[in-house]
């Protein structure tokens, strides 16, 4: 029998491979524009969704390599270019490719030397005039690869433009190279957000918004991990993990590994498990802590103000969603409703426009659109309690407010959570958020 490791199998951190879920619904577009020669790629949807997961597994499927470039604020077009010329590296200095591509390959080794030369000298790496774009292309092609480009939302406007061009190139170049693509990777709410390109681009460019998963793509997650480690999950604690994951598949890894650990489970098992509710509570709460400043700072950028406004939108808007008790979220029309009672003169306008920023990365992506329902609410169940008990301070309110989806747990962890999460929203009152 196999034997696998609990973060092997739950893997909140990394892309999944063992408990890798196919997703039908966008499979087919997903694998048609990976194999259409000059198509080149956006993918972009909610901060755990399983983006990156699903498209590294269709990858391993279709291409023998890829290059993958982790963007971050403040990285330029340069260094993205730069970093993909050195992981071509191992194609290009290993003896098959010397002798079958002789002539590419001494021009490959020839800009790899000038480079290490240039950081000799200056101690610092600049992109010379040699390697192009153009020549980029060429080398990717010949290795018969392509660029993933992870969080491309995150680079400076002038940079995304310029990698825009990249993708331009690349489409141009795909008759001598018909693998060649760039997959801009993005944690947004359109494509748009992503890559700003060309119109003249449009029909070159595959759009594919991968969306939360579902409770049955949740359910295969932990039914994979459960024949992987030989346990089971009880129905309620499969349940209770399913619904605070709220359809990240990041989150349903997080809970189902720390439910894993709470019962001292770290690998698989020689007989059957089963992981209770109990185990679930522990894992909640250590769930919580080791998130407790990653709620701060999302709830802190979702309410920041860089300049004084007629009206606090953010607080507005999120206050409304707070105080409401449809764990399902409200429509446009429900929020401005609820606004309305207490901020008559709200504009419909401002409702639309801060709706949008506060799904995006720039307001920690605190909201969350339903595609179906239209209806919007908390990304994340605990991010809502916590905004609940900062506005209910804020008000000077005296009431406790329950934690969301509360059948699920003890009395006991109910108060634990709740003073935790309220201790979180006296730090964050002292700094007058």
């Not at 604020?73 to 730069?82: M, N, R, Y």
């Given at each position: 029998?196999?034997?696998?490791?609990?973060h092997?199998?739950?893997?909140?951190?990394?892309?999944?491979?063992?408990?890798?879920?196919?997703?039908?619904?966008?499979?087919?577009?997903?694998?048609?524009a990976?194999?259409?020669?000059?198509?080149?790629m956006?993918?972009?949807?909610?901060?755990?969704?399983?983006?990156?997961?699903?498209?590294?597994?269709?990858?391993?499927?279709?291409?023998?390599?890829?290059?993958t470039i982790?963007?971050?604020?403040?990285?330029?077009?340069?260094?993205?270019?730069?970093?993909?010329f050195?992981?071509?590296?191992?194609?290009?200095?290993?003896?098959?490719t010397?002798t079958?591509?002789a002539?590419?390959?001494a021009?490959?080794?020839?800009?790899?030397?000038?480079?290490?030369?240039?950081?000799?000298r200056?101690?610092?790496?600049l992109l010379p005039?040699?390697?192009?774009?153009?020549?980029?292309?060429?080398?990717?092609?010949?290795?018969?690869?392509?660029l993933?480009?992870?969080?491309?939302?995150?680079?400076?406007?002038?940079?995304?433009r310029?990698?825009?061009q990249?993708?331009?190139?690349?489409?141009?170049?795909?008759?001598?190279?018909?693998?060649?693509?760039?997959?801009?990777i993005?944690?947004?709410?359109?494509?748009?957000?992503?890559?700003?390109?060309?119109?003249?681009?449009?029909?070159?460019?595959?759009?594919?918004?991968?969306?939360?998963?579902?409770?049955?793509?949740?359910?295969?997650i932990?039914?994979?991990?459960?024949?992987?480690?030989t346990?089971?999950?009880?129905?309620?604690?499969?349940?209770?993990?399913?619904?605070?994951?709220?359809?990240l598949?990041?989150?349903?890894?997080?809970?189902?590994?720390?439910?894993c650990?709470?019962?001292?489970?770290?690998q698989?098992?020689?007989?059957?498990?089963q992981?209770?509710?109990q185990?679930?509570?522990?894992?909640a709460?250590?769930?919580v802590?080791?998130?407790?400043?990653?709620?701060?700072?999302?709830?802190?950028?979702?309410?920041?103000?860089?300049?004084?406004?007629?009206?606090?939108?953010c607080?507005?808007i999120?206050?409304?969603?707070a105080?409401?008790?449809?764990?399902l979220g409200?429509?446009?029309?429900?929020?401005l409703?609820?606004?309305?009672?207490?901020?008559?003169?709200?504009?419909?306008?401002?409702?639309?426009?801060?709706?949008?920023e506060?799904?995006?990365?720039?307001?920690?992506?605190?909201?969350?659109?339903?595609?179906?329902?239209?209806?919007?609410s908390?990304?994340?169940?605990?991010?809502?309690?916590?905004?609940?008990?900062?506005?209910?301070r804020?008000?000077?309110?005296?009431?406790?407010?329950?934690?969301?989806?509360?059948?699920f747990?003890?009395?006991?962890?109910?108060?634990?959570?709740?003073?935790?999460?309220?201790?979180?929203?006296?730090e964050?009152?002292?700094?007058?958020?």
């Amino acid at each position: 029998m196999a034997i696998y490791t609990i973060h092997d199998v739950f893997t909140p951190t990394r892309p999944a491979v063992l408990t890798f879920i196919e997703r039908e619904t966008i499979n087919d577009r997903l694998v048609d524009a990976l194999q259409t020669p000059g198509k080149q790629m956006i993918v972009y949807g909610h901060t755990g969704s399983g983006k990156t997961t699903l498209l590294i597994n269709k990858l391993n499927q279709v291409y023998e390599n890829h290059l993958t470039i982790r963007c971050m604020v403040g990285v330029s077009f340069e260094q993205v270019l730069i970093e993909a010329f050195d992981q071509l590296g191992p194609f290009y200095d290993s003896e098959r490719t010397r002798t079958e591509k002789a002539g590419l390959s001494a021009e490959y080794l020839g800009i790899k030397a000038q480079m290490s030369s240039v950081v000799e000298r200056k101690q610092t790496r600049l992109l010379p005039q040699q390697l192009s774009p153009q020549r980029l292309a060429r080398f990717i092609g010949e290795a018969r690869s392509c660029l993933v480009l992870e969080d491309f939302h995150k680079l400076a406007e002038n940079e995304k433009r310029k990698l825009s061009q990249v993708m331009k190139v690349i489409m141009d170049m795909a008759v001598d190279y018909p693998t060649v693509k760039v997959i801009a990777i993005g944690a947004v709410g359109t494509a748009r957000e992503v890559v700003d390109y060309d119109p003249e681009m449009h029909n070159r460019i595959a759009e594919i918004m991968v969306p939360l998963m579902s409770d049955t793509e949740l359910d295969a997650i932990l039914a994979r991990g459960e024949e992987l480690l030989t346990i089971r999950f009880a129905d309620n604690t499969k349940k209770a993990i399913i619904t605070y994951a709220n359809g990240l598949a990041s989150v349903c890894h997080q809970l189902a590994l720390n439910c894993c650990l709470s019962a001292n489970i770290y690998q698989t098992l020689t007989s059957e498990f089963q992981i209770t509710v109990q185990d679930f509570e522990k894992a909640a709460t250590d769930y919580v802590s080791s998130e407790s400043d990653s709620i701060k700072a999302v709830f802190e950028k979702a309410v920041r103000q860089t300049r004084q406004r007629k009206f606090d939108n953010c607080r507005i808007i999120l206050q409304a969603l707070a105080d409401s008790d449809n764990e399902l979220g409200l429509s446009i029309g429900d929020i401005l409703t609820k606004i309305r009672k207490k901020v008559l003169s709200y504009p419909a306008g401002n409702l639309t426009a801060y709706l949008d920023e506060l799904q995006s990365e720039k307001r920690g992506s605190i909201l969350r659109k339903d595609l179906d329902s239209g209806r919007y609410s908390y990304s994340n169940p605990f991010h809502k309690v916590y905004a609940q008990l900062v506005f209910s301070r804020r008000k000077k309110e005296v009431r406790q407010t329950e934690l969301a989806f509360q059948e699920f747990l003890s009395d006991e962890v109910k108060r634990k959570l709740y003073d935790f999460l309220s201790d979180l929203a006296k730090e964050a009152m002292k700094k007058s958020i």
